[in-house]
């Protein structure tokens, strides 16, 4: 009976541990695959990080460069855009190095959070950037109007001088600078009103002062063409006036 | 009216006709006169402004001279047609200065392409680029 319960005992713990063996075999393998897939995804997480600030810094050049291009642009708007995108392309590279030698999910997800919200480079330096330099190009397309107006008007006192009624062309001429004004009236505090926004700043007020800004621009661009049109209808006029088909 | 006078508006007339300008019946036009830019160069809109002034430059250009019918034939108040030709200076004692409209129509160009570029400078402002990594 003894011999007999030993047997059953042994065929039991026999069994046990044959049924165990597989899974202690399975759990054995399974360890390092997990461990490798961890190291495999921090691996891609870190290339991930590294191309979103190589984004970032290769946008930065290009409106570093756009702002150096730029023979509109006002010496200092240019001086505080350039100083702000230096700024963030220096701690973004330095960012580059810390992703590099990075060992932890922790330490690259703090690179990510600095890299958007301390910087913002799409959603703020970029239409920034771009709102000051059409800012300023439109003062500049003022600056044109303004001149043809006068070129036109010196034209047309030349008529008068002549003996040709030329009243409707000043008319004109006085329309089409009335709207020269309203356009840079619309354009010229552009720059001024985005250049003070940092990152802290988006989404609110940045984002509402931003759509503000280009509304202004494209409000005061129709102003532009409509003085430009007028101008042109006056030249006609003064053409058909004096009988010259050059304009 | 002269033969010869008759003769000299009838050129003048041909001329004027090819070339479109009008004259102000002042005595200024015989002498050089110094061209004066009427607009004020920019450094910002890319492109110079032209003179509407067509007075004689520094240039190596011959100076446009006047030719008009007679004076005496011309009835006062009345905008005498007078045109620029290239030529030796003229002994006329009433000359005018022309308006070349074609300078307007080029500055009216220039401003078109400023205008565009500004249409492409509002183009690129995009408030919809989002900041995902």
């Keep these: ?247 | 009216m002269t033969s010869k006078g008759l003769v000299f508006a009838l050129v003048s007339a041909m001329v004027l006709g090819a070339c479109g300008g009008i004259a102000r019946p002042d005595s200024r036009a015989i002498r050089p006169e110094p061209t004066v830019a009427e607009s004020p160069a920019t450094s910002s809109g890319g492109t110079q402004a032209p003179a509407i002034d067509p007075s004689p430059t520094s240039t190596a250009v011959a100076r446009p001279v006047q030719a008009e019918p007679e004076p005496a034939e011309s009835s006062p108040g009345t905008p005498s047609a007078t045109v620029t030709s290239d030529g030796p200076p003229s002994t006329t004692t009433s000359t005018g200065e022309s308006i070349d409209l074609a300078e307007v129509r080029d500055v009216l160009d220039a401003l078109d392409a400023l205008l565009g570029g500004l249409d492409s400078h509002i183009d690129s402002v995009d408030l919809e680029e989002g900041e995902t990594p």
């Design chain 1, 1 to 247: 009976m003894k011999r007999t319960t030993r047997l059953v005992a042994s065929l039991l713990a026999g069994l046990m541990v044959t049924a165990a063996l597989p899974a202690m075999a399975q759990t054995e393998t399974e360890v390092p695959a997990t461990e490798e897939r961890i190291e495999h995804g921090f691996e891609q997480l870190r290339e991930r990080v590294l191309k979103a600030l190589d984004r970032r810094l290769v946008r930065i050049d290009r409106l570093q460069s756009e702002i150096k291009a730029s023979e509109t642009i006002e010496p200092e708007n240019a001086a505080h855009l350039t100083a702000d995108l230096s700024a963030s392309q220096g701690q973004l590279t330095a960012l580059v190095a810390h992703a590099k030698s990075a060992t932890t999910f922790e330490e690259l997800g703090a690179i990510v959070d600095e890299m958007v919200y301390e910087h913002r480079i799409f959603a703020l330096r970029t239409p920034q950037t771009w709102l000051v330099l059409t800012s300023d190009f439109g003062v500049s397309v003022a600056d044109r109007l303004d001149a043809a107006a006068q070129t036109l008007a010196d034209a047309s006192a030349r008529a008068a001088e002549a003996g040709y009624d030329v009243s409707e062309v000043e008319a004109l001429i006085d329309d089409a600078r009335t709207a020269t004004n309203e356009g840079l009236a619309l354009v010229e505090p552009v720059a001024e009103a985005v250049l003070p926004l940092e990152p802290v700043d988006v989404p609110d007020p940045a984002r509402a002062i931003m759509e503000e800004a280009r509304s202004d621009m494209s409000a005061g661009r129709d102003a532009y063409h409509n003085a430009r049109d007028t101008l042109r209808r006056a030249a006609e006029l003064l053409a058909e006036i004096v009988g010259s088909d050059a304009a």
